[in-house]
């Protein structure tokens, strides 16, 4: 590959395209995708696909959008793939987004004119600090904006237009897979990897520009099944015992100062809850327990567990039932591996003009699910933040440097093969 390759660049046009249509998933559906809108964003992209030259590029009937860049090199190299998904949060409305762009940023607050109390503030927004000069994306604060994780889409499709226009650049067969659902945590359900047919894979969904994600929290969720006592409540003394109190005390009981997401930072884990059903003769708490570890997770559960056992003293003639479900894995188990995964996308970020810096994800992603289903993937910058919310921007120069770090991740598989 040149060591200088001169970089055009089409990610802001896309971007904005795709940030108009409305893929808003929805977990309450039962179907795949959630949502019928999200394939109008797919239909577009398999347009886009092919019109740079990826004649395969097609969409299933669940959604899902696969395409093939041929790799031009005699070597034999490991097929990688680029992965970015096309829903948004149901947190926070898709519909009607109307972008802006704040030209050469210059500091300070950024007030979003669609309603002007939504305000990205600077000391709020510590990454700010590193965007003087470039032009930043928002939406207009009556809607999240979409970068999560159409940033993502629109620097794949770019990096696969530039490959394909600079056949100097070898590389080898390079896949595109982007899916429907993540936001809900159903984007790999129905993917198929044998028609994927890759080795690796990378997400394009992360935040800050040279950020490389190569774990992931573990997970699991606790149901704790309480059975009371229902009486009348006219002639309930000394017979009844209230399920919805029982529950509301073991919430009360949870510690208030450590292990819940609003306490905690950083690599420690927490237990939530998340649901509260409730009768007066049964309800049900259902908590999300979240750490890098298994043996954190362990902690956490016996934590919670505890504490149903020390309220339900109270509750003498009360019954309880405790599950604990496993969700998803820390990807690392499986990055480490294979060290030239995140080794290569190192690199790649360098060659971009960027400082790489790896961290961990204080959830999961596609790449988490894919990894134990048999494709190791990390999670790589694509320039979001303030995701789910109307607060969220992207810098323009930031997904731009994500198209570079994409080109030169896709030479440097040939280069080392």
Same mark, same amino acid.
């Given at each position: 590959?040149?060591?200088?390759?001169?970089? +055009?660049?089409?990610?802001?046009?896309?971007?904005?395209?795709?940030?108009?249509?409305? %893929?808003?998933?929805?977990?309450?559906?039962?179907? %795949?995708?959630?949502? $019928?809108k999200q394939k109008n964003l797919g239909r577009l992209l398999v347009s886009e696909l092919r019109d740079i030259g990826l004649g395969d590029a097609a969409m299933d009937d669940n959604g899902y959008v696969y395409a093939t860049l041929p790799g031009n090199t005699a070597k034999a190299v490991p097929?990688?793939?680029?992965?970015?998904?096309?829903? !948004?949060?149901p947190d926070c409305s898709g519909a009607n987004v109307k972008p802006q762009i704040v030209r050469n940023y210059q500091g300070g607050d950024i007030i979003l004119p669609g309603d002007t109390t939504q305000v990205i503030r600077a000391a709020e927004h510590p990454s700010l600090a590193h965007q003087t000069?470039?032009?930043?994306? %928002?939406?207009?604060?009556?809607?999240?904006?979409?970068?999560d994780n159409k940033a993502g889409l629109a620097e794949i499709v770019d990096a696969m237009r530039f490959l394909v226009a600079h056949?100097?650049? *070898?590389?080898? !067969?390079? *896949?595109?897979?982007?899916?429907? &659902? $993540?936001?809900?945590?159903?984007?790999? +359900? *129905?993917?198929?990897? *044998?028609?994927?047919?890759?080795?690796?894979?990378?997400?394009?969904?992360?935040?800050?520009?040279? !950020?490389? $994600?190569?774990?992931?929290?573990?997970? +699991?969720a606790a149901i704790v099944t309480i059975t009371g006592v229902a009486a009348h409540p006219g002639f309930a003394k000394g017979k009844m015992e209230n399920a919805i109190k029982i529950a509301a005390a073991i919430i009360d009981a949870l510690p208030k100062d450590t292990c819940?997401?609003? %306490?905690?930072?950083?690599? $420690?884990?927490? /237990?939530?809850?998340?649901?509260v059903t409730s009768q007066l003769g049964e309800a049900k708490l259902q908590f999300i327990l979240r750490d890098f570890d298994d043996a954190g997770l362990r902690a956490k559960a016996a934590l919670l567990e505890r504490t149903v056992t020390d309220v339900m003293r109270g509750f003498p003639r009360s019954s309880y039932r405790f599950e604990v479900k496993e969700q998803y894995r820390n990807m690392r188990v499986v /990055?480490?591996?294979?060290?030239?995964?995140? &080794?290569?996308?190192?690199?790649?970020?360098?060659?971009?003009? /960027? !400082?790489?810096?790896?961290?961990?994800i204080r959830g999961g992603t596609d790449g988490s699910r894919l990894s134990f289903m048999g494709l190791p993937c990390p999670n790589i910058f694509a320039g979001e933040h303030a995701f789910h919310?109307?607060?969220?921007?992207v810098s323009v120069q930031d997904m731009q440097a994500a198209v570079r770090t994409i080109v030169h991740l896709a030479a440097l598989w040939e280069e080392r093969a």
């Open positions: 590959m040149p060591a200088s390759p001169v970089f +055009d660049y089409t990610v802001l046009e896309r971007f904005l395209r795709y940030v108009v249509i409305d %893929t808003r998933s929805d977990p309450e559906s039962p179907t %795949t995708p959630s949502t $019928e097929v990688i793939c680029f992965c970015s998904h096309m829903d !948004t949060s000069g470039h032009d930043i994306v %928002t939406s207009d604060g009556t809607t999240l904006l979409g970068a056949p100097e650049i *070898k590389h080898g !067969t390079v *896949k595109v897979l982007f899916t429907p &659902d $993540e936001e809900i945590g159903r984007g790999v +359900d *129905k993917a198929d990897l *044998k028609r994927l047919a890759a080795d690796f894979a990378y997400t394009i969904d992360g935040e800050a520009a040279g !950020t490389i $994600e190569n774990e992931t929290f573990s997970a +699991d819940s997401p609003e %306490t905690t930072e950083g690599r $420690e884990g927490f /237990l939530h809850p998340v649901s /990055l480490d591996q294979h060290p030239a995964i995140v &080794d290569n996308a190192m690199e790649a970020v360098r060659r971009a003009g /960027l !400082t790489p810096v790896k961290g961990s919310s109307p607060l969220e921007w």
